[in-house]
């Protein structure tokens, strides 16, 4: 069953005002869906982050599959990192362009077969994924910008603990989260250690974990440890560098667990020479689809790592393959991170196969994937992505329009 | 797709007098087949190495999964390892009791599915697999004992250099391998160093490997690494044990391979404490079956560890199996291991799918595994497995019972 079209489609959806590290996400953030065509006319589905560079990766990945089995997704990542490879030095983004094709390949597969895509992963270990809810310090709206009006959206501005738990609050009665990630980097470390520890009284039968992506040195990162020992789950990406996070697990018991540091094979060894990683988050978009995510998943079981999921903004078709893939692997031991309720408004699969049960997705149970494209949807998620005239994600930028004296520096605490 | 039925067959089959550290093979081999039926009749294929243990544990096995889901095999190993923790201590055991249901799951897809095994593992990125020639010294007969007459083969007696390449000639001329393969462990260290540079000298263009099972000490391995350093391939198991294996890899630049000294997960992180393996043996009869071998397989290319790939006597089951594995890796930087060529004429699959071309198996290309069961061979060899009234594989038992003196003892040097 010959692949024989692969269309690429550039989009942007609306995206809240969320807080991190390096500034603020814009109104829109950027994606592709990818729909890649058998010659018996079977229609496989994937997600990716977008961008004009994201795009163009993707197209020269689609390109380079075109013409080979479906079932042949070995053969087909050689054949993407082979054309990529001149002119794309990163394994990250060289696997990032073939993620989604490898996503669309099992899709594909399974409606075939007409089983889920969990299926050729060795099926389902578990009949719904849990996430945690992921909680953001956020502006009450997008500032009026070049004219525009300002974007309010139902979720109003969170800058402090009592926000914080307020939002967490909002999270569990719509979701039904069972865990709770903060993304940090934002306000000054003692304030987000306030933050978790208000979480903590609120909510104290739930896993916490915090993200500052990276914003404190080894020396915060250590303070943080210290205040926060004994109930966060975990402490993510404190510090930058594998060297950094290997200083600041020498001081601790709090695991590490990263998505930064470990991003592709070569980290893995530099990873365990410094102690670095208790926990790994996969990221099947990063690590070259789900089968490789899975065999990344047994490496952490083999050397008792850890093993959560990375998320970016993202919509049905990615939550439908990290919710397969976690379904697939027996040593998941936290909820996945998603930024899916930030993001389900402008879905564009239809819905009715996704939806939350207390914080776990249950496994899409239709063939492949199980989600359909919504294609009024995608056609009005790529007219926007045209008429905004924007070429890759910049939280920064979009930050220092509005406050011209944000320094992005990290470490910044 | 439900496994209604799960039959297990013990059977024996010839084997030639092949000598290895802990003795000589015994006239008979022992091995089990598997038959998965489901529920709409499909029927899937496994092979196991035997004996009443092994076939004790995997009827257990088999019964665990009668019920599941032919696709829910991450849950049906679960199944497997639940039901056999109780009495079946080691992971090996347990995982080696699982491996033949999981292969016998994954042909039974391929054949629903009317597609290779191959495939159900990302297709194949070979079309053929590589295997190294596997000489071993041996007997020109099984002696005569308890009233049976000798029962010579036509390989005749190999006990020196010039036996083990002529041995060497002819197993090229028939198969046509590119690599080559010693069974060490066997005469004195020096011996066995003039065997493989004779093989050198005798084939310069062709990778040799020699493997004596840990009959060496640390100081004996260290010797003969700088005996075959710079035309040896890998030395493969030259002590025993974790920490001797990586004393003498601190004192070689030969890569040493193991399938023993790392055997389950639990071995990874001490092998890499100690540097102590630069190639790994891959084998999904002891690693829980085809997908973790190929998780395996992932975690050698991450550690840029060497893989190759382990055999014990076996049939056209198993091999095929292996194919498919070996077809689907990228991160194959050896040619695997066979003993297939000494026990093919027993063969319990229909002859016709599996041959070897210029050293290399061609991936069968049928549905499933590709091969097919000859039913009158396996009733037959079933028979001879009840009339032999052998319960396990003793190697050192059938050569004390020709040379009473035999020490089995290692390391031997």
Redesign the interface.
């Known amino acids: 069953m010959k692949i024989v079209d692969v269309v690429v489609t550039p989009i942007a959806f609306r995206d809240p005002p969320l807080l991190n590290a390096t500034g603020v996400h814009e109104p829109l953030a950027l994606r592709c869906v990818v729909q890649l065509h058998l010659d018996d006319g079977t229609i496989g589905l994937g997600e990716s982050p977008g961008g004009r560079a994201e795009t163009d990766r993707l197209i020269a990945a689609a390109e380079a599959v075109r013409g080979l ?1 479906v ?8 054949a993407v990192h082979d054309a990529l490879r001149p002119t794309v030095p990163r394994i990250e983004d060289r696997d990032g362009a073939w993620a989604p094709l490898e996503v669309a390949c099992l899709d594909a597969q399974g409606r ?2 007409e ?1 889920p895509v969990c ?7 578990r009949d719904s994924v849990p996430f945690s809810g992921y909680l953001f310090y956020k502006w009450s709206e997008h500032p009026a910008l070049d004219g525009r009006p300002a974007i309010a959206d139902e979720w109003g501005e969170v800058l402090d603990p009592d926000g914080v738990v307020a939002q967490a609050r909002r999270m569990i009665e719509l979701y039904g989260f069972r865990s709770l990630k903060l993304k940090g980097g934002v306000r000054p470390p003692d304030e987000e250690v306030a933050a978790v520890r208000a979480l903590h009284d609120a909510f104290p039968q739930l896993p916490l974990r915090i993200d500052p992506n990276a914003a404190w040195t080894v020396e915060t990162s250590r303070h943080v440890a210290r205040e926060v020992e004994g109930f966060l789950a975990y402490l993510e990406d404190p510090t930058g560098g594998i060297a950094g996070m290997g200083e600041v697990a020498r001081a601790t018991a709090v695991p590490l667990a990263t998505n930064m540091v470990v991003s592709n ?2 980290h ?2 530099p990873a ?1 020479e410094h102690s670095a990683v208790q926990v790994l988050l996969l990221d099947h978009h990063l690590w070259g689809g789900l ?2 995510s ?3 998943a ?2 952490c ?4 790592i850890g093993v959560s999921m990375h998320s970016n903004s993202h919509l049905g078709i990615s939550l439908a393959a990290m919710t397969h893939l976690a379904a ?1 692997v ?1 040593h998941l031991t936290y909820a996945c991170d998603t930024h899916y309720p930030w993001n389900a408004p402008d879905d564009v699969v239809r819905s009715g196969a996704l939806r939350f049960v207390d914080g776990s997705v249950p496994v899409p149970t239709g063939p492949g994937l199980g989600v359909e494209l919504d294609h009024e949807v995608l056609d009005r998620l790529h007219r926007v992505y045209l008429a905004s005239g924007r070429d890759r994600r910049d939280d920064t930028g979009y930050m220092r329009r509005i406050d011209p004296a944000y320094d992005p520096a990290l470490p910044r605490w």
């Open positions: 089995d079932f042949a997704t070995n053969a087909a990542r050689q075939l077969m089983r299926d050729l992963l060795g099926g389902p270990v094979l070569e893995i060894r365990l089968r490789r899975r065999g990344l047994l490496f079981e083999a050397l008792s697939s027996p």
